[in-house]
């Protein structure tokens, strides 16, 4: 999965209102929140399909994706949105 | 008609039936003093939602917002909100507010039809709808309340058409996705507000949040004993943030208080969201459980949506329960501020 094929599948479960853009969003990189019973129900349906690697292998790629961005942004004026609002 | 009845061989009351319809659907102005009564009535007061009425009655009366379209999950109150802004400016009197339920219709060509029924139109084959829809409305103002869009959303440009075509039209649509059409105005509907300062503890600091209060009333629906108190306030709070103040989830669980403590309710919707099921028989089908719901939004999905939709939630899950130090940011976030 290319980050572009990411992006626009995050564009086309947004569009459906099934990932919503989370409140807590900064300026620079937009955060997404999935409801509680979505979340609970996509499980189930992850469950039932065979695709349970698939998933975990998107999300190594989503955390190594996330911790360079973090490694990026904790030195410099972005600090504060990398760490969050509350910390 | 007197020939087809003839012919049908019908008698009495029965063909007296036939020719009695026969003329309803002949006499547009009679089923236009239906339709105006045809607006489902509200069987309980709309909560926290100030906001987006005023928004939504502002562009209303904006002559360039001629589609508006509200936005949301299933079970976020969409058609609910769309019903309280309907009711309020058919009651006004000046513009006609017809309601076309969309919900059970599953082909987009059926759309058309369905539209010329609640214009009362005497030929709902949806056959140059249009044209004739024009003639309808004349110079009569008038609002297309589309109730349920998502699936039918292939009709998209039949309403761009009808907007295009006919100046005295307007459309408030409902739907989970966007129509997509040039000038159409979005309202995203989001869950409601759980408001809450971290202090708030006292059932009348609770209250105030529209998300509790709903809550509580389905509870007191089922049980009008039941009272919000300092003891039980922090756990019907934490069955509405687990429960995202989704406002069908909330009404879903809140029967349960008649059988469950608030305790037991919460841990049991702390070890399975999807806990409460079962709904209202009065609900749509796709709305009496929260499953049903969600379903619904995943059928409508293109198979790589729906894996791009299974393998999110895993990666949320595991962002929730486990956040990496490294992906701090994203790990409180995704697993919001729990």
Redesign the interface.
């Known amino acids: 999965v290319t980050s572009d094929e ?1 992006l626009r ?2 564009a ?2 947004i ?6 853009r ?1 409140e ?2 900064v300026a620079t990189r937009p ?16 469950a039932a ?1 065979g ?2 690697d ?3 292998d ?2 190594a790629r ?2 190594t994706a ?2 360079s961005l ?2 990026e ?1 904790l030195i410099g004026r972005a600090q504060g ?4 609002p ?2 | 008609v007197r020939a087809l009845s003839a012919a049908l061989d019908l008698t009495g009351a029965t063909r007296d039936a036939l020719l009695a319809s026969a003329r309803a659907s002949a006499h547009p102005e009679a089923v236009d003093e239906l339709s105006g009564a045809s607006l489902p009535l509200a069987m309980t007061p709309l909560l926290g939602r100030d906001t987006e009425v005023q928004t939504l009655r502002r562009w209303l009366t904006d002559p360039i917002a001629r589609l508006i379209t509200l ?6 109150g969409k058609t609910r909100l769309a019903m309280e802004i309907a009711r309020a400016i058919a009651a006004e009197g000046a513009i006609r507010v017809l309601f076309v339920p969309l919900a059970a219709i599953r082909n987009p060509a059926f759309v058309a039809s369905a539209i010329a029924e609640a214009l009362g139109l005497a030929d709902v084959s949806g056959l140059d709808l249009v044209g004739r829809a024009r003639v309808a409305c004349g110079d009569q103002p008038t609002l297309l309340v589309l109730d349920n869009f ?1 699936q039918v959303l292939d009709a998209s440009p039949l309403v761009a058409d009808l907007l295009a075509s006919v100046a005295a039209l307007r459309v408030l649509a409902t739907s ?3 129509l997509r059409v040039r000038g159409e105005r979005e309202c995203t509907v ?2 409601l507000a759980l408001e809450l300062d971290a202090d708030a503890t006292s059932p009348a600091d609770l209250v105030r949040s529209p998300a509790v209060r709903l809550f509580v009333e389905r509870v007191r629906d089922v049980d009008p004993a039941f009272r919000l108190t300092p003891a039980n306030g922090a756990t019907v709070t934490a069955i509405c943030r ?3 103040a ?1 406002p069908l ?1 909330l009404e879903l669980a809140a029967p349960w208080i008649k059988v469950l403590t608030a305790e037991e309710l919460l841990r049991r919707l702390t070890r ?3 806990f409460s099921a079962i709904g209202s028989r009065d609900l749509p089908e796709r709305q009496q459980t ?2 049903a719901t ?2 619904w ?2 059928q ?3 198979p ?15 962002f929730r329960y486990r956040p ?1 130090p ?5 790990g ?3 697993g ?2 729990r």
């Open positions: 990411a599948a995050a086309a479960l569009d459906r209102s099934l990932l919503l989370a807590t969003s955060l997404y929140q999935m409801l509680e019973t979505v979340r609970a129900y996509a499980a189930i349906e992850l399909s695709d349970r698939d998933g975990l998107g999300l989503y955390c996330e911790a973090a490694a942004g949105e990398v760490v969050g509350r910390a | 936005t949301g999950p299933g079970g976020v998502e989970r996705a966007p989001g869950p687990r429960l995202d989704l989830a399975d969201v999807l929260i499953n969600v379903a939004s995943y409508l999905l293109g790589n949506e729906q894996r791009a939709f299974r393998v999110s939630a895993r990666c949320l899950a595991a990496p490294a992906v701090l940011a994203g409180q976030v995704l919001d501020e």
